[in-house]
């Protein structure tokens, strides 16, 4: 039981993204193909990892964070909102400025008003800096954060805050190799 996230994780490619090797696996990028026992496994090991009792609403990144925010939601019935890649112009939307490991672009923060409170969901940890902007924009909107998880840790960064990840893993141009699992 709950094998899928470590085997998987084990067996998916790497390539490079100028020097970072980037690993490709469904949860983190949807191919080559995303196997609803999969999807099933990590939501179902989200939903037990996770503070939700004081919960309104669950907040993801695109794109990665889509499916597996909508699986969540579909079991927990909060509601979620995707945080985009493009400017919608609506009233209180928030622009967010994301750097990664590999690339910098601005985020669009809508659906979120003072006083909610939140749960972040995303399927990567790797340089937290996804995840610092999101915390950042969520603080500017008084909204309140109340557990954050990631699926996939993959590097050490300081957020200001604590939060959960599924597995923490190494990466080299050879592989994946899972160094934790909680759960
Ligand atoms: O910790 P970080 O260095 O910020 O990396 C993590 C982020 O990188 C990926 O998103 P990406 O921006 O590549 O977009 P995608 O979800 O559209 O692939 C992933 O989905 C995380 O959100
Ligand atoms: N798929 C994928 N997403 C990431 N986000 C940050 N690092 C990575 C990575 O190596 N692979």
Do not use: W
């Not at 909610?116 to 915390?135: C, Y």
């Amino acid at each position: 039981m709950f094998n899928k996230l470590v085997e998987s994780l084990e067996k998916c490619p790497i390539v490079k993204r100028g020097e970072y090797n980037y690993f490709i696996h469904p949860i983190s990028d949807g191919v080559p193909i995303v196997e609803p026992e999969l999807l099933r496994e990590v939501a179902a090991l989200m939903l037990r990892n996770l503070d939700l009792d004081h919960a309104d609403k669950l907040v993801v990144a695109e794109a990665m964070g889509i499916h597996i925010g909508v699986a969540l939601s579909l079991i927990t019935d909060l509601p979620l909102t995707i945080v985009r890649k493009r400017k919608y112009e609506l009233p209180g939307e928030l622009p967010l400025h994301q750097t990664t490991g590999y690339s910098k672009g601005e985020l669009y923060l809508n659906g979120i008003e003072e006083g909610d409170r939140v749960v972040i969901v995303d399927d990567v940890f790797s340089t937290g800096g996804t995840m610092k902007a999101l915390l950042k924009g969520l603080e500017q909107k008084n909204a309140e954060v109340v557990d954050v998880l990631v699926v996939i840790k993959r590097g050490e960064c300081d957020i200001g805050r604590p939060y959960k990840y599924l597995v923490e893993i190494d990466v080299d141009e050879t592989g994946v190799n899972v160094i934790k699992k909680n759960y």
